[in-house]
T-cell receptor, first 113, second 113 residues
Framework: GESVGLHLPTLSVQEGDNSIINCAYS??????FIWYKQESGKGPQFIIDIRSNMDKRQGQRVTVLLNKTVKHLSLQIAATQPGDSAVYFC????????????FGSGTQLTVLP | EPEVTQTPSHQVTQMGQEVILRCVPI?????FYWYRQILGQKVEFLVSFYNNEISEKSEIFDDQFSVERPDGSNFTLKIRSTKLEDSAMYFCASSWTGHNEQFFGPGTRLTVL
């Protein structure tokens, strides 16, 4: 069936280190992927997106990598800061439509001082 | 920076009562969405709305749910007869097109007693 899942439910990193959050998806028709950050009591906040015609996209301190061969998505955060502590969700949509996002179950990132 | 707003932030209601959750999407966006997140679970798609009609809806969005854009700025979700299992965070989102990132509001916490 169609699913988007995360490999690890929790991740702890030292402040200043790089973080890598992984996501697996099973719908081969998915061609648009988004990473969201959700802080406690708030709505999901857009971080970065990538379409299936790309395998890498960079933003400010964040990089998303897409491996369509193994249906794997990752979010890399450089020089992780305390403010990066949150739950990170990957989300995907099939067939070029961003209308219906399917979210993964989330990874809790904790940045240690 | 424009943002999606939602009211109220917390709604408490008795089982069987009707509730209306309100959202003001980003002003130049054309696509509107409702999602929900039961405590501790992933964000789930409910419905998308474009050009004054529903574009897509999930199995969760049954006859108890309806959406409306009563004027040029508001987007509402109505639950006709609430059930205990409707207790969740409800997020409104909007996007410029159906093919790019969705921006989420802060959510309304619905508690059904």
């Amino acid at each position: 069936g169609e699913s988007v899942g995360l490999h690890l439910p929790t991740l702890s990193v030292q402040e200043g280190d790089n973080s890598i959050i992984n996501c697996a998806y099973s719908n081969s028709a998915s061609d648009y992927f988004i990473w969201y950050k959700q802080e406690s009591g708030k709505g999901p906040q857009f971080i970065i997106d990538i379409r299936s015609n790309m395998d890498k996209r960079q933003g400010q301190r964040v990089t998303v990598l897409l491996n369509k061969t193994v249906k794997h998505l990752s979010l890399q955060i450089a020089a992780t800061q305390p403010g990066d502590s949150a739950v990170y969700f990957c989300a995907e949509t099939p067939s070029g439509s961003a209308r219906q996002l399917t979210f993964g179950s989330g990874t809790q990132l904790t940045v240690l001082p | 920076e424009p943002e999606v707003t939602q009211t109220p932030s917390h709604q408490v209601t008795q089982m069987g009562q009707e509730v209306i959750l309100r959202c003001v999407p980003i002003s130049n966006h054309l696509y509107f969405y409702w999602y929900r997140q039961i405590l501790g679970q992933k964000v789930e798609f409910l419905v998308s709305f474009y050009n004054n009609e529903i574009s897509e809806k999930s199995e969760i969005f049954d006859d108890q749910f309806s959406v409306e854009r009563p004027d040029g700025s508001n987007f509402t979700l109505k639950i006709r007869s609430t059930k205990l299992e409707d207790s969740a965070m409800y997020f409104c989102a909007s996007s410029w097109t159906g093919h790019n990132e969705q921006f989420f509001g802060p959510g309304t916490r619905l508690t059904v007693l």
